[in-house]
């Protein structure tokens, strides 16, 4: 079955730099790269998403890379802020099923 | 809609003792998922379910766990008899499925506590 390592565990950023995420998977056959925000004590929500058939998808401050050859992914936030402060985790999917990583903490330093 | 509603959300419970807790997917979604999560694993999916029929069980830690959904709005997880390494946040999910866009949309989970 899929896997998906996740990397760094935890991530300390000065705000304002960037802070960059990377994941891989082990199913070719996955076609969908989800990211999920969770903020402490809340649920996860989706920041943003790729699909196989891109190489890259922008969102304001955020962005991901897909490179399928390698079968990796990454999340790049840039001028970070304290709201950015979370847990960020990355997820791929086949069909329905989806596996997530296993997280990555953010701290935004002021 | 009130997105998905997972009730109880706190459970706190001995060793041993039967626990259900319990998921109502957004009305319209055809996928639902139970995952867990603790610190060191992450968020496991434990199972998940298409048009109420389950799909994949894998992730199924043992026979104590089960989940059934007997209709389109209702889903359970039971645990019985609980461990204490149990102790977990259970979160439910749902999505419109194949043909969606593949967001799931979490529930606000269930931490539950075996003592």
């Known amino acids: 079955g899929e896997n998906v390592e996740q990397h760094p565990s935890t991530l300390s950023v000065q705000e304002g730099d960037s802070a960059v995420i990377k994941c891989t998977y082990s199913?070719?056959?996955?076609?969908?790269f989800p990211w999920y925000k969770q903020e402490l004590g809340k649920r996860p929500q989706l920041i943003i998403d790729?699909?196989?058939?891109?190489g890259e998808k922008k969102d304001q401050r955020i962005a991901v890379t897909l490179n399928k050859t390698a079968k990796h992914f990454s999340l790049h936030i840039t001028e970070t802020q304290p709201e950015d402060s979370a847990v960020y985790f990355c997820?791929?999917?086949?069909?329905?099923?989806?596996?997530f990583g296993k997280g990555t903490r953010l701290h935004i330093l002021p | 809609d009130a997105g998905v509603i997972q009730s109880p959300r706190h459970e706190v419970t001995e060793m041993g003792q039967e626990v259900t807790l319990r998921c109502k997917p957004i009305?319209?979604?055809?996928?639902l998922f139970w995952y867990r999560q603790t610190m060191m694993r992450g968020l496991e999916l434990l199972i998940y379910?298409?048009?109420?029929?389950?799909?994949?069980d894998s992730g199924m830690p043992e026979d104590r766990f089960s989940a059934k959904m007997p209709n389109a709005s209702f889903s359970t997880l039971k645990i019985q008899p609980s461990e204490p390494r149990d102790s977990a946040v259970y979160f439910c999910?749902?999505?419109?499925?194949?043909?969606?866009?593949?967001?799931?949309?979490f529930g606000e989970g269930s931490r539950l506590t075996v003592l």
């Open positions: 999910a749902s999505s419109r499925g194949q043909g969606g866009t593949g967001e799931l949309f």
């Open positions: 199913d070719s056959a996955s076609n969908y």
């Open positions: 790729i699909r196989s058939n891109v």
């Open positions: 997820a791929a999917s086949r069909d329905d099923k989806i596996i």
């Open positions: 009305s319209g979604h055809n996928s």
């Open positions: 379910f298409n048009n109420n029929v389950p799909i994949d």
